[in-house]
């Protein structure tokens, strides 16, 4: 079967054809129900269902199989195994030493669990395990040395590994345990954030996997056939076995994609085409170990001080328009979080995007940072330019340019020579979701772009170059006591004539 996606800032069209010999029947929003491949028909059944036919076959916990599990509960004295460890109410069920404890970590007094042969200490949460993946180039593996707010909620696969996974040196090993973290990747921080939300709600405490991978893929293209993306589908390989293990069902939160200004695509659909694959195929891969579509979440970058221009700058903005089926967001532009004098995020800035992840993939199916699709240049008034956005609410013009965006709030035009400036920036007063930019004089030339936080010279300052001051009107306290906007995507349009003459 054949997906074709249409480029939505007029380059060419694109087409994304499934290989050979597979494809898909029927499809729901939260993944396909039935498939086929040189095999035959593959069909997935839901929980119910399987329920359903464990009951009848007598191997669920109502059936023969409870009587076992029961007896098994009864074994050695558990004390003799915790090494020391202040805990209460021990009891051996199966292969897990299960107790009650006060142990390090903001979750306070509550049940623990541990393998009666050793090893990591895990909270004995309700609900499945939950996954939280990445993948992207050597920047995806940063991570912090600060200690997990959740230590026995927050784990990765047990190969010593880590959260910061393989960087592309070696094939992950497949296995079925969990250990604690030292390090506090994105996705980590994505849990933990998750987690806190939870407890201040006094809600269910779920346990996560989190884990990325990355390798040094020079495209997008390249990411997805490359060693980072073997070693994501051996991470919700290892998220599906260690669940089956713990007695719990896996699943997949997200996949957050942290790829862009390493690439080298030769232009922005390039970039864009080499994204699909990469979600195709995941998507393929991840159906296979019985998940759902997952969603891919990414941020859309306005570069750094010395990274100002690229081809993936401009792909991103493709790919925000033309994703497909795929279950794709954008959590927040890249200019919304400060940078040190290496141009990494502040350890305060990594925070707040892990605080925009969560908050974007708890309501994936309504989630939008307002984006601009259109700006045209009334043939009347030759002097403004309408920007056309979109967004969940009416624009907001922040009075207070917290980021430094400057009079033009982001706004520059390209091809327009230095003499033509842009003198004042407002909303349409007959739609809040169009900006009006008025110009110091009409311009003349026939190639005019309008860039929003995009290619904008270096600057000293906390934030990027790239930064605007146009959002909508969500917002959200940080716990670094800041507070998040969903402000706009960059992006660079071409200017076109003919705004408001009809």
């Not at 047990?158 to 030292?182: F, Q, S």
């Not at 939300?197 to 997805?224: C, G, H, I, N, Y």
């Not at 695509?265 to 979600?279: E, F, I, K, N």
Request: hydrophobic residues 40%.
């Amino acid at each position: 079967m054949a997906r074709k996606t249409k480029s939505g800032a007029g380059d060419k069209s694109s087409e994304t054809v499934a290989a050979a010999g597979h494809g898909i029947v029927v499809m729901a929003r939260n993944g396909d129900v039935i498939r086929y491949d040189s095999t035959g028909l593959v069909m997935r059944l839901s929980d119910k269902v399987i329920a359903d036919i464990a009951l009848r076959l007598g191997t669920s916990p109502a059936g023969p199989a409870a009587s076992q599990s029961q007896a098994d509960t009864e074994r050695a004295d558990p004390h003799e195994l915790l090494e020391g460890i202040d805990a209460w109410d021990l009891r051996i069920e199966g292969e897990w030493l299960h107790f009650t404890a006060h142990m390090a970590g903001r979750q306070g007094v509550r049940g623990f669990r541990r393998l009666v042969e050793g090893g990591a200490i895990l909270a004995d949460a309700p609900g499945p395990l939950c996954g939280v993946l990445g993948i992207g180039g050597p920047r995806a593996a940063l991570a912090s040395r600060n200690s997990s707010e959740f230590p026995q909620h927050v784990l990765a696969p047990a190969d010593d590994i880590g959260a910061v996974g393989h960087a592309g040196i070696e094939k992950a090993a497949k296995l079925d345990t969990l250990e604690h973290l030292r390090e506090m990747t994105h996705e980590a921080l994505v849990a933990q954030t998750l987690l806190g939300w939870q407890m201040d709600k006094f809600e269910a405490m779920p346990l996560f996997m989190a884990r990325v991978e990355s390798d040094s893929s020079t495209t997008a293209a390249d990411l997805a056939t490359g060693m980072a993306y073997d070693n994501l589908i051996m991470a919700a390989t290892n998220l599906a076995a260690a669940a089956r293990r713990l007695g719990k069902k896996p699943k997949l939160l997200c996949v957050h994609i942290d790829y862009a200004l390493e690439d080298m695509s030769s232009d922005a659909t390039a970039y864009r085409d080499g994204m699909l694959a990469l979600m195709q195929k995941a998507e393929a891969d991840l159906f296979k170990l019985g998940f759902d579509n997952p969603v891919f979440v990414a941020r859309l970058e306005s570069g750094s001080s010395e990274i100002t221009t690229s081809t993936a700058i401009e792909g991103q903005w493709e790919l925000g328009w033309n994703h497909g089926g795929h279950r794709f967001l954008y959590s927040a532009p890249g200019y919304m979080f400060a940078l040190d004098e290496f141009d990494r995020p502040t350890e305060a800035a990594r925070l707040e995007m892990a605080e925009m992840t969560a908050a974007a993939i708890s309501e994936p199916d309504t989630w939008r940072c307002p984006s601009f699709y259109l700006a045209e240049r009334s043939m009347k008034d030759p002097k403004t330019i309408r920007v056309i956005g979109q967004a969940l609410s009416d624009l907001v013009i922040d009075a207070e340019d917290p980021l430094g965006a400057g009079e033009s709030a982001g706004f520059s035009l390209l091809g327009a020579g230095k003499d033509v400036k842009i003198t004042s920036v407002s909303l349409d007063p007959e739609d809040g979701k169009t900006v009006l930019l008025t110009l110091s004089k009409a311009p003349t030339q026939p190639d005019l772009r309008l860039a929003y936080a995009y290619g904008a010279e270096p600057r000293a300052g906390a934030y990027p170059a790239n930064c605007g001051a146009i959002r909508d009107d969500w917002q959200m306290d940080s716990a670094t006591g800041r507070q998040l906007h969903r402000w706009a995507l960059p992006c660079i349009l071409p200017v076109t004539a003919g705004g408001g003459d009809a």
